[in-house]
């Protein structure tokens, strides 16, 4: 159950850095030439469906972590 806790901090620790790396493309994008500009936000919409579809993900894997600990309570408790 440890290590399980342990991958689901480090894949929530990967998110948090692929929405910065989202937020700073957009920064730069937005303020950069507006001839690639329609290719870039496509690239970064990507980007961002790709975080989204991570974070939930990672809060499906938490919400099952709680049933289990749920279950593993009644079973010991």
Same mark, same amino acid.
């Given at each position: 159950m %440890? $290590? +399980? %806790?342990?991958?689901? $901090?480090?894949?929530r620790s990967s998110v948090d850095a692929v929405s910065r /790396? /989202?937020?700073?493309?957009?920064?730069? /994008? %937005?303020? @950069? $030439?507006?001839?690639s500009?329609?290719?870039? +936000? @496509?690239? +970064?919409?990507r980007l961002r469906l790709d975080a989204d579809t991570a974070v939930a993900a990672v809060e499906v894997i938490e %919400?099952? +972590?709680?049933e289990m600990r749920t279950i593993a309570e009644h079973r010991h408790g």
């Open positions: %440890r $290590a +399980l %806790r342990s991958e689901v $901090a480090e894949l /790396v /989202v937020m700073e493309l957009n920064h730069d /994008v %937005r303020s @950069g $030439a507006e001839q500009l329609p290719l870039f +936000l @496509g690239y +970064l919409e %919400r099952q +972590l709680a």
